[in-house]
């Protein structure tokens, strides 16, 4: 069942950029679009392993963990789009949005302030004693912002449930990993560092990501303090939809596979038929199809509530 819940959320993710790049080369997508292409494994396995209870606080490059929480494409669509009934009513064009229903944050532009966001939803957490998890990602270029220090220090010495997934993905813009630090093992980091027990995974392989992650969640449920991963990734497009990303070596490329056909090969094992994977296949690419057509049909914002939500109401 979870193996068919990741492939679902990961190709829901693949499909839905797949369509926002085309609708970007379009000039239908105000700013640009930033894909988590070939990182897909990463967000759905961790979304899943949460419970419904818990929060995450996703990045531009985890689409598939708004779909584990619930979210639909026709809801990503309607964003990009800036519909009018959108999460965002059409302020944003981008994946700068949350659910608050479905215990998904927005996402905050600023590199690695979620993650004092999250050490605070989660310090609420221990301080209610309700026996939930708050989870969100940074990269390997934000983990040397300072806003993730204080917050990876504050999280280790309150020992709150928070879970910090770390995507190392080689490139934070065109700039290699090993040129914004000197010491590139991020795990090494975390658990040197800030004391922040971290394992260290292969980001294309669904499963081992999602028993990394769910072991996680429950070890901080538990109360042992936050936990943390770092999944080795490859960012598999340019920084955003400008870049070409020319500058990443084709043996790079080479190492890491794509994840969704390697979840696929795993099926087949399991003895999924060809036809059964093509069905499943089918089945994302409608909902998608469907998600499209909705938000294309859906009503854009109204001039007139432009500052609603900006402006406190005047006190009479
Ligand atoms: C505080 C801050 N500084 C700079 C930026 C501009 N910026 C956006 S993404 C990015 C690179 C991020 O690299 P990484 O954290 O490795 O994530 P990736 O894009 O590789 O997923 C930068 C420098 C920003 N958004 N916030």
């Given at each position: 069942?979870?193996r068919?819940?990741?492939?679902?959320c990961?190709?829901?993710?693949?499909?839905?950029?797949?369509?926002?790049?085309?609708?970007?080369?379009?000039?239908?997508?105000?700013?640009?679009?930033?894909?988590?292409?070939?990182?897909?494994?990463?967000?759905?396995?961790?979304?899943l392993?949460?419970?419904?209870?818990?929060?995450?606080?996703?990045?531009?490059?985890?689409?598939?963990?708004?779909?584990?929480?619930?979210?639909?494409?026709?809801?990503?669509?309607?964003?990009?789009?800036?519909?009018?009934?959108?999460?965002?009513?059409?302020?944003?064009?981008?994946?700068?949005?949350?659910?608050?229903?479905?215990?998904?944050?927005?996402?905050?532009?600023?590199?690695?302030?979620?993650?004092?966001?999250?050490?605070?939803?989660?310090?609420?957490?221990k301080?209610?004693?309700?026996?939930?998890?708050?989870?969100?990602?940074?990269?390997?270029?934000?983990?040397?912002?300072?806003?993730?220090?204080?917050?990876?220090?504050?999280?280790?010495?309150?020992?709150?449930?928070?879970?910090?997934?770390?995507?190392?993905?080689?490139?934070?813009?065109?700039?290699p990993?090993?040129?914004?630090m000197?010491n590139?093992?991020?795990?090494?980091?975390?658990?040197?560092?800030?004391?922040?027990?971290?394992?260290?995974?292969?980001?294309?392989?669904?499963?081992?990501?999602?028993?990394?992650?769910?072991?996680?969640?429950?070890?901080?449920?538990?109360?042992?303090g936050?936990?943390?991963?770092?999944?080795v990734?490859?960012?598999?497009?340019g920084?955003?939809?400008?870049?070409?990303?020319?500058?990443?070596?084709?043996?790079?490329r080479l190492?890491?596979?794509?994840?969704?056909?390697?979840?696929?090969?795993?099926?087949?094992?399991?003895?999924?038929?060809?036809?059964?994977?093509a069905a499943?296949?089918?089945?994302?690419?409608?909902?998608?199809?469907?998600?499209?057509?909705?938000?294309?049909?859906?009503?854009?914002?109204n001039?007139?509530?432009?500052?609603?939500?900006?402006?406190?109401?005047?006190?009479?």
């Amino acid at each position: 069942m979870t193996r068919l819940a990741l492939h679902r959320c990961m190709l829901l993710q693949r499909l839905v950029e797949e369509r926002i790049v085309a609708l970007y080369r379009q000039g239908r997508i105000a700013g640009s679009v930033y894909t988590g292409y070939m990182q897909e494994a990463v967000a759905a396995a961790t979304g899943l392993a949460l419970a419904p209870g818990d929060v995450v606080a996703p990045l531009n490059r985890e689409q598939a963990c708004h779909y584990a929480r619930g979210v639909t494409p026709a809801d990503v669509f309607r964003n990009f789009l800036g519909k009018g009934d959108g999460p965002t009513r059409g302020r944003d064009g981008n994946m700068h949005f949350g659910v608050p229903a479905r215990g998904v944050f927005p996402l905050v532009s600023m590199l690695g302030d979620l993650v004092p966001v999250t050490v605070g939803a989660a310090l609420a957490f221990k301080r209610r004693g309700e026996p939930r998890v708050a989870l969100t990602y940074f990269g390997d270029g934000a983990s040397s912002v300072g806003d993730v220090h204080e917050g990876l220090n504050l999280a280790a010495v309150w020992r709150v449930p928070a879970v910090f997934v770390v995507q190392s993905n080689q490139y934070a813009y065109s700039t290699p990993t090993e040129r914004q630090m000197a010491n590139t093992n991020l795990s090494e980091r975390l658990t040197g560092g800030w004391s922040i027990p971290c394992v260290r995974v292969d980001g294309t392989d669904a499963l081992a990501v999602y028993e990394v992650a769910r072991d996680a969640v429950e070890r901080a449920r538990a109360g042992e303090g936050p936990q943390a991963l770092e999944a080795v990734t490859l960012r598999g497009h340019g920084h955003a939809g400008h870049d070409a990303a020319a500058y990443v070596a084709n043996e790079l490329r080479l190492r890491f596979g794509d994840p969704i056909e390697r979840l696929e090969a795993r099926l087949r094992l399991d003895g999924l038929e060809e036809g059964e994977l093509a069905a499943l296949r089918d089945d994302a690419a409608a909902e998608v199809a469907a998600g499209l057509a909705d938000a294309e049909a859906a009503p854009d914002p109204n001039p007139a509530t432009l500052e609603d939500g900006v402006y406190a109401t005047p006190l009479p």
